[in-house]
């Protein structure tokens, strides 16, 4: 089980990726094919992060 420095630390790295993918996803040269590779990535690590998120949720006490 992983502790909540490193889901924190995880759910980070994939918010760095998404943000790189969006940012270089303006290429006018790649094709259609690129463009949805592109997208099927982005969908994958935002459900993934969802899934983080949550655990992280999860664990934390509530803050109010």
Do not use: H
Not at 3 to 20: H, T
Not at 31 to 50: E, F, M, P
């Amino acid at each position: 089980m992983k502790s909540l420095a490193e889901l924190n630390k995880e759910a980070s790295e994939i918010q760095l990726e998404i943000r790189r993918l969006l940012l270089n996803n303006y290429n006018i040269d790649d094709g259609i094919a690129d463009k949805l590779t592109v997208i099927a990535t982005i969908t994958s690590l935002r459900t993934k992060l969802g899934i983080l998120q949550r655990e992280i949720r999860e664990r934390t006490p509530d803050q109010f």
